[in-house]
């Protein structure tokens, strides 16, 4: 039964959603601010966090930002407020997805079920990679069945279920120029309804993650009018 934490100050929206997913066939936690979010979390495992922005004390924004240094938990943001310069933010930060209020619940359950769907059963190609499922390049380490990414040191670096998706689409085709459609049908399905830019916003933050700082070229290469780079050749195993 997947469980969701749901993280919102009022109580009409805590009420809803708990017996909402609840009839659903879902486990349901709730939370009204951060520090009863982080409580929850060293209580009991979470397979999602439905996180509203507009908290009492430190905002949604920061709360994810926090979430993102120690866990890849999926989170689903909500806000009062249909500004896409927020919907840029929340998923700069860290967010898998992001929804405006009013909602539709049924609308919120079936992106829920999206993004757990792949966090518990990425896709893989029929390229070898289900028996070989560790793919290294420029000296990071992919493990596709932990879900993990390893520097060189064997540091872990946090990804959220997003950024992982991304990232595996990139290295499953190095060296070949990937426009904006191609990533989302590869790191999403097709049918995952997404804002028309998030792939730009993703890209930037693995870019971030991956690229040393150094002189090295980036390892995602904008490409003007066609799409993405992945630069570095891939060795599976």
Known sequence: MPHILVVDD???????????????GHQVSVATDGE???????????DIVILDVMLPGED??????RLRTIS?????????VADHVDRVVGLEIGADDYL???????????????ILRRA?????????TASRPVLSFAGWRLDIARRELRSSENTLTILSSAEFDLLLAFAENPQRVLTRDQLLDLARGS?????DRSIDVQVGRLRRKLDTGDDEPSIIRTVRGGGYLFT????RG
Do not use: W
């Open 10 to 24: 009022e109580e009409d929206i805590r009420s809803l959603l708990t017996g909402f997913f609840r009839k659903h």
């Open 60 to 65: 949604g924004f920061s709360i994810c930002r």
């Open 191 to 195: 049918s995952y309804e997404v804002y």
């Open 36 to 46: 009863s979010l982080f409580a929850a979390l060293d209580t009991q495992p979470v």
């Open 232 to 235: 570095p050749t891939v060795r």
């Open 100 to 114: 405006v209020k009013p909602f539709d619940a049924r609308e919120l359950l079936a992106r829920v079920k999206a």
């Open 72 to 80: 890849r938990v999926p989170v689903i943001m909500l806000t009062a």
């Open 120 to 128: 518990a059963q990425p896709e893989l190609p029929v390229t070898g």
